[in-house]
């Protein structure tokens, strides 16, 4: 009994003082950037299939077309053909480090021409092993002509005067996410453009299959109005931060462009503002199509 005791006393000492060495120490982006640019070399090194399993979180999904778990995804099937190259351009990470997203442009080639080449964006969720290590968590992708220029490089570090002291609830900060993704939907069905000037973040970026990336929130308004698109959406599933700063949710969408209606698999990333109100950093639709 002595032995448990003494055993309980020094993992509780060892937190308290790991606590005490990270208070008011928020995490670096550069940690998020380079366990984009090691997938990077994964993947070229061993294959897409190779890459993507080596970096798995346990439940890590990608969408084929639908949510799918990313190790039984590339454990059931033979290889994936071509070469992936991707290069972080928007990066952020929450302020204890246990959860940052990374995104930029891709390019996949299937072949020895340059017309063999596609050319999209991506955006991955990264999660904390507990070991120091990210681990890939969510990964999707849209695809879209061969930019005509490279978006700004937009990397920051957390803002630790944004952090919220955790809740004693465990599943509160996932219950507050998923109703603010619920509300975002909600007035998606009244007023897209409302929403997107209620919700999202003037430095937000947008990603739609077809179009290079939109930075910014009037931007991206004035895609939405000139598109005429109408979206109704409904969640499947959200995560944040212990710290409380950064999330992510995801779920399904029907977008309608004048007459013609399709479905879609969204992402969104959102932080906390100074005020603690969350707004959408980054949003990402992906085209559900049959394989």
Do not use: C
């Amino acid at each position: 009994m002595k032995r448990i005791l003494l055993a309980s006393f020094i993992l509780i000492s060892s937190v308290k003082l790991s606590l005490a060495q990270t208070q008011g120490q928020a995490a670096d982006v550069n940690k998020a950037i380079e366990a984009d640019r090691s997938f990077n070399k994964l993947v070229e090194r061993k294959g897409i299939k190779g890459g993507f399993l080596a970096v798995a979180d346990p439940e890590g999904i990608i969408f084929k077309p639908n949510a799918v778990s990313i190790t039984s995804f590339y454990n059931n099937i033979d290889k994936q053909e071509g070469s992936l190259t991707m290069r972080p351009n928007f990066a952020r990470i929450a302020v204890n480090g246990d959860l940052a997203f990374t995104a930029g442009p891709y390019t996949y080639q299937n072949g020895t021409n340059d017309t063999d080449k596609v050319y999209g964006d991506y955006v991955s969720i990264w999660r904390s092993d507990g070991n120091n290590d990210f681990k890939l968590l969510i990964n999707l992708g849209i695809q879209h002509p061969e930019p005509e220029q490279e978006a700004i490089s937009d990397f920051k570090n957390p803002d630790s005067t944004k952090q919220v002291p955790p809740s004693k609830d465990p599943f509160a900060g996932k219950r507050i996410i998923l109703a603010t993704d619920n509300l975002f939907n909600r007035s998606l069905t009244m007023s897209a453009l409302a929403s997107y000037k209620e919700f999202f973040s003037p430095e937000g970026r947008y990603y739609f299959p077809g179009f290079e990336t939109i930075t910014g929130q009037d931007k991206i308004m004035k895609f939405i109005d000139n598109e005429g698109i109408a979206i109704t959406a409904q969640t499947t599933s959200a995560g944040r931060s212990t710290s409380n700063d950064l999330a992510y949710t995801y779920g399904k969408a029907r977008i309608k462009k004048g007459n013609i209606v399709s479905e879609y698999n969204y992402v969104r990333i959102w932080e906390i503002d100074a005020s603690h109100k969350w707004n959408i950093l980054l949003e990402v639709f992906s085209a559900v199509e049959s394989e």
